[in-house]
């Protein structure tokens, strides 16, 4: 039998009380587990730079996620931009490196380069030695009409007055997803917004330049600033708020990606079909307390709040 999610037709989430007993009390009903999932808070980022301000983890256990140019990995995480439309700079989303830091030091990175409404993703080991795509969402054609497709922004860019194609409380589900070899091509790599394919890169065989060679060693991880430097690029104008961010230690599928998106509901990543390569789970539901993983810092102005 699977986990109960209804009793007597009734969604387990409605039910505070079974026989007098508050529910939050009881972990199971005839023996198996009782689902009492709730996503009501976000984790928000500062606009204020530097690690006073950070959302991180040091991972200091190998949790799984020390991943080296040639894994594959998957990243996911739903976002509600802050920024406005006069940010014209890069905004880092998701940031890891080496523990030891650096912006060479086994660097895997994503971010939104608002200039250009471009999504980027790039893993190095040095400054010559690196593995680049992009997906760029206001042109209807050529190898950007999926992008421009799955996105919805139409042609203007992404911000916290076009948020685009979302879910639940205007949230974007954004994954990416590597395979294991180190080819950031298109046959290697994929981004999804929401649950649909961005397609194609720009880069038929990705952006490259020399041959990275990471180490499978702990990482720093950060959520909306550079894991390294000024711990900078933040956004402007509002927070931006992060939920649900996982981490895989193998390239999803589209029908996995789908299945995280849930038409647009967050859903327990535990309770997901590839919940045996989830490496790292963070509901932000008042804290950063990991589900799966280590707990996450959140410092300063950042903190978690109302979705």
């Not at 009793?7 to 007993?21: E, M, Q, R, Y």
């Not at 991972?59 to 439309?85: L, R, V």
């Amino acid at each position: 039998m699977a986990n109960i999610n209804k009793i007597i037709g009734v969604a387990a989430t409605a039910i505070n009380k079974v026989s007098g007993v508050a529910i939050s009390g009881i972990a199971n009903v005839f023996g198996q587990v009782v689902s009492l999932f709730t996503n009501t808070q976000a984790v928000a980022k500062s606009i204020t730079t530097g690690t006073a301000q950070a959302i991180y983890l040091t991972d200091s256990n190998s949790m799984g996620i020390e991943w080296d140019h040639d894994d594959a990995f998957s990243i996911s995480f739903w976002i509600k931009p802050g920024w406005n439309s006069s940010l014209n700079t890069n905004m880092h989303l998701f940031s890891s490196t080496d523990v030891s830091g650096g912006v060479n030091s086994d660097t895997f990175r994503m971010w939104y380069d608002e200039s250009n409404n471009r999504l980027n993703a790039q893993w190095r080991s040095s400054g010559t030695d690196r593995r680049h795509q992009f997906w760029l969402f206001h042109s209807n054609s050529g190898v950007y009409a999926d992008s421009y497709a799955a996105a919805g922004l139409g042609s203007t860019y992404w911000s916290n007055t076009n948020r685009g194609n979302v879910g639940d409380d205007d949230y974007t589900l954004i994954t990416f997803t590597k395979g294991a070899s180190n080819s950031a091509a298109n046959s290697n790599v994929s981004l999804y917004w929401n649950g649909t394919s961005c397609g194609t890169g720009f880069y038929a065989n990705g952006n490259n330049a020399g041959t990275p060679a990471m180490g499978n060693n702990d990482k720093q991880v950060f959520l909306g600033s550079q894991s390294w430097g000024s711990y900078a690029q933040s956004g402007n104008n509002s927070e931006t708020k992060y939920d649900g961010v996982t981490m895989w230690d193998k390239k999803l599928t589209s029908t996995e990606v789908s299945e995280l998106w849930n038409s647009g509901t967050p859903i327990n990543a535990t309770t997901h079909s590839a919940t045996t390569n989830l490496k790292g789970y963070w509901e932000f539901e008042g804290n950063g307390n990991a589900t799966v993983g280590e707990n996450i810092t959140i410092n300063g102005n950042s903190n978690t709040e109302t979705r």
